[in-house]
């Protein structure tokens, strides 16, 4: 089905809205925030997001590690950062996962495809510049990632649009503290 419900402006230039698809937005209760207008492209979206939770998820295990292992060594100021950012990356994960399951979709938490869909990676260092480093890297493909969705989704999902839009936000603060510790 390609026939997007569209509000459109008529021939005397009107905006006008399409009162086909309100009717049947009306018809169709099964499936809660998804009216049929929404379009051919919601599993192509789930399926983004998906991607997008399991980054979230792998940049969460990463920061986590990161703050217990460098905690203590000789910079606990980056170490506090480090759980800041875990914690913002769980916030992130959650938000997705909801949005996920608006759209109809299932979350995917399954460990064993976590890495594989995950944009970013984790990471193993052991000294606290490989760390920055390597999370500077996982930010930078966040913020990267995020943008190319954003642009994807366009008009077609506002609302995922927006909750993207705040990550990505976020992602860009992230990328920003940590090439300030980079260079201090
Ligand atoms: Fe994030
Ligand atoms: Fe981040």
Redesign the pocket.
């Known amino acids: 089905m390609n026939d997007r419900a569209h509000p459109t402006s008529d021939s005397s230039g009107r905006l006008q809205l399409d009162q086909a698809a309100i009717d049947a937005a009306a018809k169709s209760i099964d499936d809660g925030a998804v009216t049929p207008g929404y379009g051919p492209w919601r599993d192509d979206v789930v399926k983004l997001l998906n991607d997008a939770l399991a980054t979230e998820l792998v940049?969460n295990l990463r920061y986590r590690r990161h703050y217990f292992t460098a905690k203590g060594v000789n910079s606990p100021a980056i170490a506090e950062e480090f759980l800041v950012?875990a914690n913002?990356?769980a916030a992130h994960a959650d938000k997705i996962a909801e949005r996920i399951v608006q759209l109809g979709g299932s979350p995917l938490f399954n460990p064993d495809q976590l890495l594989e869909r995950s944009h970013a990676q984790y990471d193993e260092s052991s000294d606290l510049q490989s760390m920055v480093r390597a999370n500077l890297v996982a930010?930078r493909i966040?913020v990267e990632t995020y943008r190319q969705m954003i642009v994807l989704i366009g008009d077609k999902d506002p609302t995922t649009r927006r909750m993207l839009e705040e990550v990505l936000a976020?992602?860009e603060e992230?990328a920003d503290e940590l090439s300030d510790w980079l260079t201090r």
């Open positions: 940049c950012h913002e990356e930010e966040a976020d992602e992230h």
